[in-house]
């Protein structure tokens, strides 16, 4: 893998929803009885693993964040995938989701990037799992249980949340002392990389320097850091050029950015993984006046058709676009989400919209005809970001995995 030169200029990021070849038609659609799933493209996925891993240096291998169920699409099939395609290294959050992997038969390390509880040692070493060592103490708490563990230790250069203070030289020397933990990795995290402007970017180069000249002490006393990771999706898009062991793309992986609006310095074209569907229940008149859902917080003012859908917040569909200008994808046309989202179903105005039915396909993020939605729309419109659009998205919404 060939090293990449960072140009001076920015680059938008190219998008692309279609799931299929040119010219094949294939919607991958569960039977009738489901009532919203997600369509996962793992050609996609592949893409985006491929055009990320392109711009590290040589020697630089992706480790995948597939905490919080892989941000929504699945962590089994995910990783799995993943893991079938030659890919050894991966990230989660808490220790559930490291057995899990386990117990689906995940190969290669599995770093936990979050606090595990002491009294879970003995799981961590029974399914192979790599801790992150949060502080020294916490260190110390692992290394009186006697019992054999790797760890990454986690350096603190400026985000305030876990890891010990890059500062503090002697507690992170001090961490490759016990003789129970073995430290196979070193790492830290960026709060700013998602930011070009001048405050952004010096705070950022000064978390790198920090980081660096902790990793160099450790090299100056004489011992092995391990594997030394410090970026993250927006990390690697704008600075592609640091040389470490390993890079942990989350959101970029799932073919998004946390903004669709942030500018990145290197052109990738990210594929978004996952289009979210349901299904229209039923269709009716509501003359003006009657009002629509809970509240009667939408009263046409002109006789409309309504189309009922078999998807609601508890399903990941954020209440807010009741009142946000929420819109659905419906024969090819924008609808419009009236009245206040429900638990399990939403209503659109199809008034506009000729021949729809009950079970019409709803798209909420994907493409129908010409017409998209994109979680960074949806997003935009809750003042969030992509990152906890797709995440959470529900269990029962059930995930289809195409090619």
């Not at 991966?90 to 689906?104: D, K, M, Y």
Request: contains cysteine.
């Amino acid at each position: 893998m060939r090293a990449h030169r960072l140009r001076a200029e920015t680059f938008p990021v190219r998008w692309g929803y279609s799931l299929t070849s040119p010219g094949e038609k294939r919607e991958a659609r569960p039977s009738l009885s489901h009532r919203a799933w997600a369509e996962i493209s793992l050609d996609h996925l592949r893409h985006n693993a491929a055009e990320l891993q392109r711009l590290l240096p040589s020697g630089c291998r992706l480790m995948a964040v597939v905490k919080a169920n892989a941000y929504g699409h699945g962590i089994t099939e995910i990783a799995g995938h993943l893991n079938r395609s030659g890919m050894d290294s991966f990230a989660v959050a808490e220790i559930g989701e490291g057995i899990l992997l386990r117990e689906q038969g995940i190969q290669g390390e599995i770093l936990i990037l979050g606090y595990t509880d002491p009294e879970r040692a003995a799981d961590l070493a029974r399914y192979h799992l790599t801790q992150t060592m949060v502080s020294l103490e916490y260190g110390q708490a692992l290394e009186a249980l006697g019992i054999d563990l790797e760890v990454h230790v986690k350096i603190d250069t400026g985000m305030n949340r876990l890891g010990v203070p890059h500062q503090d030289t002697e507690s992170i020397l001090r961490c490759y002392d016990f003789v129970n933990l073995r430290v196979t990795g070193i790492f830290s995290h960026l709060s700013m990389s998602d930011g070009l402007g001048p405050e952004e970017t010096e705070f950022t180069r000064r978390q790198i320097a920090q980081f660096d000249g902790v990793v160099a002490q450790i090299k100056k006393a004489g011992i092995d850091p391990g594997l030394v990771h410090l970026q993250s999706s927006y990390g690697m898009l704008n600075y592609p050029e640091l040389r470490y062991d390993r890079a942990r793309p989350g959101i970029a992986l799932y073919g998004l950015l946390s903004q669709e609006g942030d500018a990145v310095r290197c052109q990738a074209e990210l594929r978004p993984v996952l289009a979210l569907k349901a299904t229209v229940t039923q269709v009716k008149e509501v003359q003006a006046g009657q009002p629509v859902g809970y509240g009667r917080r939408f009263v046409p003012e002109r006789d409309i058709r309504i189309a009922t859908v078999s998807i609601g917040y508890a399903d990941g569909v954020p209440r807010m676009l009741s009142d946000g200008g929420g819109q659905a994808l419906i024969r090819g046309k924008r609808a419009s989400i009236i009245g206040s989202i429900c638990m399990d179903q939403l209503t659109v105005d199809v008034t506009g919209i000729d021949g729809v039915r009950q079970g019409d396909t709803v798209t909420l993020i994907g493409q129908d005809g010409d017409e998209q939605i994109t979680a960074g729309e949806i997003a935009a419109r809750c003042r969030t970001v992509t990152n906890e659009i797709v995440s959470r998205i529900g269990s029962r919404v059930q995930r289809i995995y195409v090619e």
